[in-house]
């Protein structure tokens, strides 16, 4: 069967992949190499230093670009070395239109490191997508959308930015770390390129950090591969064989995330001591037409805040749960909850943060593949 022809649950476990030409051994091998042998200067089989390639990122590269329905993709050290290879693309002069509400470090990225190379950011909200048109100008080159947004769970119209990418010639770069492709896939609704970090869903076992490219255009991707390996901020192979081995069960971990996420939502939304619960599943979430219509459905990650909007409850809560644990980080099989104005979005000065809705009371949680009634049981004690 051609990999085109193939269904997104059976791309995850062979999209890209071709049996190790040895041995026939069915999983790539871990190619722990970091040069190759030369029988003249230039005669080797394809790889020559492992900064450049190597067999075992090859194979997972390939599965990236197999699940995101692109052509080209590629793996990095972490998510956010694969969003500096994207703005490393520009050049002092040009400006970026960014989604307000997003990970904190991509914010730091770009405020902290690319404002100081001369690269103009403007941050909005895309909820509007012709909301858009009022920042762009001549020297915009780059739409940088994350949606779901992390931790607003705000929903981003992707084909509607598309059409206003095209229409200036900007290039529209889209976060997929929370949707992942089993949910929502970017380049099919006209994104140029889709980033992950794949630390989260596509590793999906908090044992990894790892970034991903994929696009479809090959000048695109071929000036990629060149940043790829002319920054080198590249991946080993022992990482690139354990995120391949994640995504061979993204689908049916991804299927649990969202069970478990529904039902979480439904239990805080319903929570007398819960202010507010910010999930896109919900009928009156403010996205949620566009959540339904561009997601096959709506994840695992719930933000939410507890009734009286206060920062110590907030802090009591997340200190009391036992079952999810307190950290950082996003998309494993265990439960995580975060507290993204101390945590993950630190970085945000606070009066950018709260006009987004990241107050100081706001929790929010990745909700794990474990028995739902554990969940619950352990919200329920923690929250009181
Ligand atoms: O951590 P790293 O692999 O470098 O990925 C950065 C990144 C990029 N985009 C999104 C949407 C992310 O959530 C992240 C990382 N986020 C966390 C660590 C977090 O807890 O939100």
């Given amino acids: 069967m051609s990999p085109e022809a193939m269904k997104f649950n059976t791309r995850t476990i062979h999209g890209g992949q071709e049996h190790d030409k040895a041995y026939g051994a069915v999983m790539p091998p871990i190619y722990q190499t970091s040069t190759y042998a030369q029988t ?80 103009k950011f403007h941050f909005t909200g895309m909820e509007n997508a012709s909301a858009i048109e009022d920042y762009v100008n001549e020297h915009t080159k780059l739409i940088w959308v994350e949606t779901p947004t992390n931790p607003m769970m705000n929903i981003i119209d992707i084909e509607a930015v ?14 997929n770390t929370f949707a992942t492709p089993y949910l929502q896939r970017p380049l099919d609704l006209g994104a140029d390129i889709v980033m992950h970090s794949a630390t989260k869903y596509l590793g999906g076992h908090s044992d990894v950090v790892m970034g991903a490219l994929v696009v479809k255009d090959k000048e695109l991707a071929d000036q990629l591969y060149f940043l790829q390996n002319a920054s080198g901020a590249v991946c080993g192979p022992m990482d690139s064989f354990l995120v391949l081995r994640g995504i061979k069960t993204l689908h049916v971990r991804m299927q649990r995330h969202c069970e478990n996420g529904k039902a979480i939502a439904e239990y805080l939304k319903d929570h007398p001591k819960v202010e507010s619960v910010y999930w896109p599943g919900f009928e009156d979430h403010p996205n949620h037409e566009i959540a339904e219509r561009q997601m096959d459905d709506f994840g695992g990650m719930v933000s939410f805040v507890a009734k009286g909007n206060d920062y110590a409850e907030a802090i009591r809560i997340v200190e009391n749960l036992n079952v999810f644990t307190l950290a950082e980080s ?30 100081d009371s706001l929790i929010r949680l990745s909700v794990g593949i474990e028995d739902i009634n554990d969940l619950i049981a352990d919200l329920a004690q923690a929250i009181g």
């Fill in 40 to 119: 003249t200067p230039g005669g080797h089989k394809g790889f020559e230093y492992s900064r450049t390639h190597n067999p075992t990122r090859k194979a997972l590269e390939n599965a990236f670009a197999s699940i995101e329905n692109g052509k080209f993709g590629l793996a990095f050290g972490s998510g956010l070395a694969a969003i500096d290879a994207v703005i490393k693309l520009l050049r002092p002069g040009d400006e970026v239109i960014s989604t307000n509400d997003l990970y904190g470090g991509s914010y730091r990225l770009f405020t902290k490191v690319f404002e100081g190379f001369g690269i």
């Fill in 162 to 175: 598309a059409s206003v990418a095209r229409k200036h010639n900007i290039l529209l770069a889209v976060d």
């Fill in 330 to 359: 996003l998309g494993g099989v265990e439960s995580l909850a975060g507290h993204p104005a101390s945590m993950t979005h630190a970085s945000i000065p606070r009066g950018e943060r709260e006009k987004t809705g990241v107050v």
